[in-house]
């Protein structure tokens, strides 16, 4: 299985975990991040990353 990571912000980490819920069908690993990374929803500073 392809493992694929979302970066997200802090309002759209729900999002971010029920994506990779739904995808992968198994309990995402969420990390905070100290990256300078955007937001895959919005493009503003990533808080985690979300995966499996």
């Known amino acids: 299985m392809e493992k694929k990571q979302m970066a997200c912000c802090l ?3 729900e999002l971010a975990l029920d994506i990779a819920v739904d995808e ?3 309990a995402p ?3 905070k ?3 300078t ?3 895959e929803f919005c493009q503003n500073q990533a808080a985690y990353v979300v995966g499996n």
């Open 11 to 13: 309002e759209h980490v």
């Open 24 to 26: 992968y069908e198994t």
């Open 29 to 31: 690993v969420m990390e």
């Open 33 to 35: 991040t100290t990256e």
């Open 37 to 39: 990374l955007s937001c």
